[in-house]
């Protein structure tokens, strides 16, 4: 096995951690936990004896087979347009105020969670929203990305600049919020769900309080799935949801659902 293999759970393997792993051996289920997208198979295998080793293998690739881990090669920051494209084609890239909803809006509404989260699963993201900014522009469209992870914001931003954005990133909440308080022309913003000092359903409050900000586009990029993570974003007014680590045709479904952009 490829040692230098980073390994991801799928929608499936989250899933089925969540539920318990309970249909797999214990050794199996411990293999799933430690999987994180972050960690390569050489470091998985650190400090474990020969056999250890051979089960982690065996484990790894087990779950490779049932769909709930794949291959996710974390990329070094590009320097040249031939190493981004590379990258891309990996597909790939880890205080809100909530009001209370009467009894039938209540009822609606975890419908609507119910939906989204197996339509998270399923096809990687999901939309609660269509919008069509005033005075449509096609080719210059300007978005906020959240992320702190500067080698995936990095590939998101030239994901988005080749389809004719232009894109402005920030690494954690605080500096969300200052872009937002002094950038007038957004379109939409893209919010990682766990940043330092703010998170993301920080800022999706803050642009919903906010007098000018209030009616800005907001999509939550996140890991968490479960019906109540996407009723907490439904109540707060996410107009959307794309799963991590997403495929890129997910990923700009979204966000063309999202701006109605043809």
């Known amino acids: 096995m490829d040692r230098s293999i980073i390994y991801t759970k799928t929608a499936k393997g989250v899933i089925e951690l969540k539920n318990g792993a309970k249909g797999f051996p214990s050794s199996v289920a411990a293999t799933l936990k430690r999987v994180d997208g972050y960690s390569s198979v050489a470091s998985l295998l650190a400090g474990l004896t020969e056999d250890g080793q051979m089960l982690e293998e065996q484990n790894l690739v087990a779950l490779e087979a049932r769909q709930l881990i794949r291959i996710f090669v974390r990329q070094q ?9 590379q990258a891309l084609e990996f597909n790939s890239i880890p205080l809100l105020r909530i009001e209370e909803l009467s009894a039938e809006e209540g009822v609606r509404a975890w419908a609507e969670a119910r939906r989204g989260a197996q339509e998270l699963v399923q096809q990687g993201f999901y939309a609660t929203a269509h919008i069509s900014p ?17 080698a995936i914001s990095l590939l998101m931003k030239s994901y988005l600049t080749k389809r004719g954005f232009t894109v402005t990133v920030v690494a954690d909440g605080q500096e969300a919020l200052n872009v937002l308080d002094t950038h007038d022309k957004l379109h939409i913003a893209l919010l990682d769900v766990n940043l330092p000092n703010i998170n993301g359903f920080d800022i999706l409050a803050y642009i919903r309080d906010h007098a000018k900000l209030k009616d800005l586009p907001a999509i939550m990029v996140t890991a968490q799935v479960s019906d109540a993570d996407v009723l907490r974003g439904l109540k707060g007014g996410a107009d959307g949801y794309i799963f991590k680590p997403f495929e890129w045709s997910a990923f700009y479904e979204c966000i063309k659902k999202v701006l109605s952009i043809a």
């Open 77 to 85: 920051a590009p320097q040249e347009t031939a190493n981004l494209d």
């Open 134 to 150: 005033d005075g449509v522009i096609t080719h210059d469209w300007r978005a906020l990305i959240v992320e702190d992870d500067p």
